[in-house]
């Protein structure tokens, strides 16, 4: 039977599986919720910041039998509400997606089998936005169909273990930041979307509308878009334009996906009302362009761009974190962190060692502690030989405790050029 425990902190022992704290986890220095105490260094530090925390028994190595008879007897003054800054009553994905059907996917492929099918899926679909992309400069068409036919193997993958496609997403270097952002804000889109439950249809939408969310630039002055300082008012306004040049190519190409078209129209709308081009709040923003909003936020932060450098996934997840409910939906930013985790698939960490490696897959239980390919040793030296090791792990393969992730790293940091590393090492 699953019990929920809320237990004071001078009563924690190690084994005990934390599901909450009493305060915004992004708050302290545990940065996601979910992991079984496994020192006295963690009672310590939980001790320091928290006064109570919510106990999963389920997922703790003691069975807890005296408390699980205290809840039963009613003895228990325990269970309590996870403390959020959030104050709006919480509203269900199904609410939200209101008309569509919510159900929960499970990974079914291993991130190391499914590696080369997102690979070549990905590969395509760069291919095929690339095509779309360059018809339309030249003043073409969408072509609708090839579009549906290229998201639908990466939807696939996405479905069976997103961790693989978030992987090639952030190594895939492209020379155009405009095709790399639609690549890695479909990845993400579909990502979000399939932790809410949508249907495969419904993720297809997604990935195709993220696809397209900034296809109205190429109707932009380029040197616009090359610009690396502060714009003017009237370079804003037509930066703008962007919205309406977008609606303009999918009419003309056919398109009549309305989840497509509120994505491209919508991206830029934020929760509190301060977005463009309708200044739309709460739900007069499609949830798909809710979706959209995040993603597009997300991976321009975390990518060069010319005017801005990127800055590391868990600095980027902080921002939309603390901009939930202004921004951005807190529930759609909670799942989409849910979705992509504190170090995504591709990022760059140093370990308590002084190693440096990149995550290579999450753990979704357990977001602090992924499989990671070190690169550099604790002088910073290359390695001979790029080593996957399993944070998760009880012991390594020498015997000792895995480290622990210190920090997340910009990207490029130390040289590290991630586009040139491979797992078939």
């Not at 992730?405 to 910009?410: A, D, F, G, R």
């Amino acid at each position: 039977m699953l019990e929920t425990l809320k237990i004071m902190t001078p009563d924690l022992e190690v084994g005990m599986f934390v599901s909450s704290l009493d305060r915004p986890w992004l708050d302290s220095s545990f940065l996601i919720q979910g992991f079984r105490i496994e020192s006295r260094e963690q009672i310590d530090r939980l001790r320091a910041e928290c006064e109570f925390v919510l106990i999963d028994t389920l997922q703790s190595r003691q069975r807890f039998e005296t408390l699980q008879r205290k809840v039963r007897n009613g003895e228990s003054p325990d269970k309590a509400p996870t403390i959020s800054k959030v104050q709006r009553p919480r509203v269900s994905m199904d609410r939200i997606f209101d008309g569509h059907t919510i159900s929960a996917y499970q990974d079914n492929s291993e991130f190391i089998d499914e590696h080369p099918r997102a690979q070549q899926a990905l590969e395509e679909m760069l291919g095929d936005v690339c095509e779309v992309f360059e018809e339309v400069s030249v003043g073409g068409k969408i072509n609708v169909i090839k579009l549906r036919k290229s998201v639908a193997p990466v939807v696939d993958s996405i479905s069976r273990n997103p961790d693989a496609c978030l992987w090639v997403a952030k190594l895939r270097a492209h020379d155009e930041y405009s095709y790399q952002h639609s690549l890695g804000a479909s990845i993400l889109a579909v990502s979000l979307g399939r932790q809410v439950g949508l249907p495969r249809h419904d993720l297809r939408s997604l990935a195709i509308g993220a696809m397209l969310m900034d296809v109205g630039k190429l109707r932009v002055d380029p040197a616009l878009l090359r610009n690396e300082g502060e714009l003017s008012p009237e370079q804003t306004e037509e930066m703008r334009k962007h919205i309406g040049h977008g609606l303009d190519i999918v009419e003309e190409g056919g398109m009549i996906n309305q989840d497509v078209i509120d994505m491209v129209g919508c991206h830029h709308e934020r929760y509190n009302g301060s977005g463009y081009p309708k200044g739309l709040s709460g739900d007069q923003i499609p949830p798909v362009a809710r979706i959209a909003a995040i993603v597009d936020s997300y991976d321009a932060m975390t990518s060069k761009r010319s005017h801005a450098g990127a800055i590391s996934p868990s600095a980027a997840i902080k921002l939309l974190y603390e901009a939930r409910d202004t921004l951005f939906q807190a529930e759609l930013v909670e799942a989409f962190i849910q979705a992509v985790g504190i170090y995504p698939a591709g990022t760059l960490v140093e370990l308590s060692s002084g190693e440096i490696g990149v995550v290579v897959a999450e753990y979704r239980t357990r977001r602090l502690r992924p499989q990671v390919l070190l690169l550099l040793d604790a002088a910073k030296n290359e390695l001979s030989k790029p080593v996957v090791v399993d944070l998760q792990a009880d012991v390594s393969d020498n015997g000792e405790t895995p480290p622990d992730i210190i920090q997340s790293l910009e990207p490029g940091a130390y040289g590290l050029d991630l586009s040139r590393i491979s797992l078939r090492t």
